[in-house]
């Protein structure tokens, strides 16, 4: 059988221009041409490997997405900036951006609305319950950038709306009114063609690519504030992110006496037992030879918690975004919650926060 051939002739020219172009492309978003200027085709053919052609057809692709701009005389010259927008930290846009320019907000909608079912659940208030919700176009140096929903629990949002909301993050503003720091987020991107309205009030052509993140952010004590759909400018800003391989190098979250107790829960304390020591003889070895050992547990019934499958509701994921290892998933195939991995702290905001009851956390005796 033979093998495809990275230097085969035969491999059609659009393939070798995307190549081509994909790196290139990395290059001017890293600013690797400080004056703004690419080198010439010749340069690029040497060292690309490819021919002048093949460097001709991957600029004019750089060119049609509005990165450069070719002329004669003049060469190959950046004309746009990307910013980048880190995902591996929790940073509002203009703490993000400082180095870049200053961010401003028209503010387009700002009050109270009575919350739709599926985001009243995964803010964890009532269903029906009224939220704040706030609509912000972000600009960087007067440059649309993105459009963010935000909806905010009602005592979280409130007291936001009397502060600045033109010219601050609402990270910052919750950290400021509530006295608590936030800890985490559950982010999910996606890739949509800007629809008529959107592509108006984001000055972008109808059906141009634009990145849209769903992002849950809850406060160090686990309680989720702040819903976002934030609907991003593919051709201004780029996502970046610092990743490892391995359960090990995770950053250990902080153990249950440390942490505030979640509201309705007895708050810990020093002469709380320390977290239980995994029964022996219930965990499987895992392959991952950094990272400790997980078990998989998936669908066993001897676990720390049980999920009464016929009252979980299709859709809803508070248990797993609450907890703090990770120990419950959503099992693709029925919709539902389950313990996933053989950890648990006992600490409770999984059952706490399930509107069903679906959650049984099956406490050992001397924990009780
Ligand atoms: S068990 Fe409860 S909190 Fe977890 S997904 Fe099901 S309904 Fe939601
Ligand atoms: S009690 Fe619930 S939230 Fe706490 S560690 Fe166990 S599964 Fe996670």
């Known amino acids: 059988m033979s093998s495809p051939r990275t230097s085969d002739a035969r491999r059609l020219r659009a393939d070798r221009a995307r190549q081509v172009a994909d790196v290139i492309r990395r290059q001017v978003l890293g600013r690797a041409y400080p004056d703004g200027v690419l080198p010439d085709e010749l340069f ?7 021919s002048r052609n093949t460097v001709r057809a991957a600029l004019d692709l750089l060119r049609e997405e509005g990165l450069i701009e070719r002329s004669p005389g003049v060469g190959t010259v950046v004309v746009s900036e990307k910013y980048p927008h880190g995902l591996d930290r929790l940073m509002g846009l203009a703490e993000t951006l400082r180095e870049h320019g200053g961010i401003t907000n028209d503010v387009r909608a700002a009050g109270p609305v009575r919350a739709p079912t599926a985001v009243a659940r995964r803010l964890g208030v ?14 960087l140096d007067g440059l649309p950038l993105s459009l963010d929903q ?3 629990p009602m005592d979280i949002g409130a007291p936001l709306l009397a502060d600045d909301l033109p010219g601050r993050d609402i990270f910052g503003l919750i950290e400021q009114h509530t006295g608590q720091s936030l800890g985490s987020a559950s982010v999910e991107l996606e890739a949509v063609n800007a629809d008529l309205h959107s592509a108006a009030v984001l000055e972008v052509p109808r059906g141009a690519a634009l990145m849209v993140l769903e992002r849950l952010t809850r406060l160090a ?3 989720p504030v702040d819903l976002e759909f934030i609907r991003m400018r593919g051709d201004r800003l780029t996502m970046s992110a610092e990743l490892h391989r391995g359960r090990g190098e995770r950053r250990a979250p902080l153990p249950p006496a440390r942490r505030p107790a979640q509201a309705g829960q007895r708050p810990l304390s020093l002469s709380d037992p320390a977290p239980p020591a995994r029964r022996p003889g219930r965990r499987a070895a895992h392959p991952c030879p950094k990272g400790p050992p997980v078990a998989l547990v998936n669908h066993r019934a001897d676990v720390p918690v049980t999920i009464d499958e016929s009252l979980c509701i299709t859709g809803c994921r508070l248990c797993v975004d609450m907890c703090p290892l990770d120990s419950l998933a959503i099992d693709p195939e029925t919709g539902k919650a389950h313990m996933h991995v053989d950890e648990c702290w006992y600490c409770g905001p999984c059952a706490a926060r399930c509107p ?7 406490m050992p005796y001397l924990l009780r």
Do not use: K, M, Q
């Not at 069903?356 to 099956?362: K, L, M, P, Y």
């Open 44 to 50: 690029l053919a040497a060292e690309f490997s490819v």
């Open 126 to 139: 009532a269903d029906g319950a009224e939220v704040v919700y706030i609509e912000r176009l972000r600009r």
């Open 150 to 152: 935000t909806y905010l």
């Open 221 to 223: 004590d686990g309680r």
């Open 356 to 362: 069903t009851g679906a959650v049984e956390i099956n």
